[in-house]
């Protein structure tokens, strides 16, 4: 009986003793969310949305601030958070969903190993699409495939550019690839500007940051990159659907796969497992938590989060493409957006 009543007493002092050590750590602490774009995307509103909220999920209540760290292509952030950030859970990052595929087809400028970093969860999916400036002439993606056509991007590692690139080689568009933008706000002002006619992005990111461009007719929407169609483009073809032979039609899905991981949270490989759970959970409850949810809606921010478990999935099958795939795909891009 003594020794029951004992064990029944450090199971106690366990339980209570946790939450402390958990208020211990993150008391008083700040915990930084890296951000791999510009201010003023929906990347950048998201990450700040959430770093209002979250705080009050995580036991110690720390702080949480957000800092933007755009640059090659989103690589600079990613190679950042997997050998320089903190591992000890102050630092987090959200980075751009073609990370993963960066890291398979191409590896120019990848200083990482997408399948060891600690992912958190996504905001959720939305289909990238591709928007030309209706002054260009451009009706339909047919179009791109008998002119050429410029399209900004950032670096290599980008959605922005693996996309168009990949229906340069799979499908024959006439995309002319400029990259060097630091920001995807920044390849949206050249749009303004006239210095290129089209850009990749979400349907619902171009109602939140240039609503004036679908309200006054100012863009075309000629393809949109995901698994299936999105309900705000029911007319737009998915690139998969332009593929004319199964062999197209495997690349072209292989280079879809990031849609679905939407924008992926993640903490640092050697980060402790214990902060990880706390911040999975954290991240999880912020998904759910009113406030933010209300906060989303005024900032129209499309939410459809998904946990760590099926963003683990996710990158983990997109590098376990098999080699065959991923060797035609090589062959029929080339260096994923360099000269061109």
Known sequence: MLLRILACTIVATAVIAAPAHADSFYAGKTITIVTSTGPGGTYDIGARAIARVMPRHI????AIIVQNMPGG????????MYAIAPKDGTAIAVVNNAVPLQQVLN????????GKFNWLGSTGAKNSAV???????????????????????????????????AMNAVLSTKFKIVIGYKSS????????????????????????????????????T????????????PDVPLMTELAKADEQRAILKLISLPIPLGQPYLAPPGTPME???????????????????TDAEKLQLELDPMGAEETTEIVRETIATPLD???KAKAAMGPMGEGQ
């Open 325 to 327: 795939i991923v060797a």
């Open 107 to 114: 590896g120019h400028g990848v200083r990482y190993d997408a």
């Open 59 to 62: 036991p110690g209540n720390p």
């Open 275 to 293: 902060r990880v759970a706390t911040l999975r959970q954290a991240f999880a409850a912020t998904m759910k938590d009113k406030a933010f949810l």
């Open 222 to 233: 000629v393809v949109q990159i995901g698994i299936k169609r999105d309900k705000e483009l």
């Open 131 to 165: 928007f030309v400036l209706a002054s260009s002439g451009i009706r339909t993606i047919q179009d791109v495939m008998g002119r050429e056509i410029t399209i900004g991007g950032t670096g290599a590692g980008s959605s922005l550019v693996v996309f168009p690139a």
């Open 185 to 220: 706000e920044d390849i949206s002002l050249a749009m303004e500007r006239g210095e290129v006619e089209a850009r990749v992005l979400s349907y619902s990111a171009i109602l939140k940051t240039h609503p004036d461009w679908i309200t006054k007719q100012k863009i075309v």
């Open 73 to 80: 292509g989103n690589m600079l952030a990613t190679n950042y």
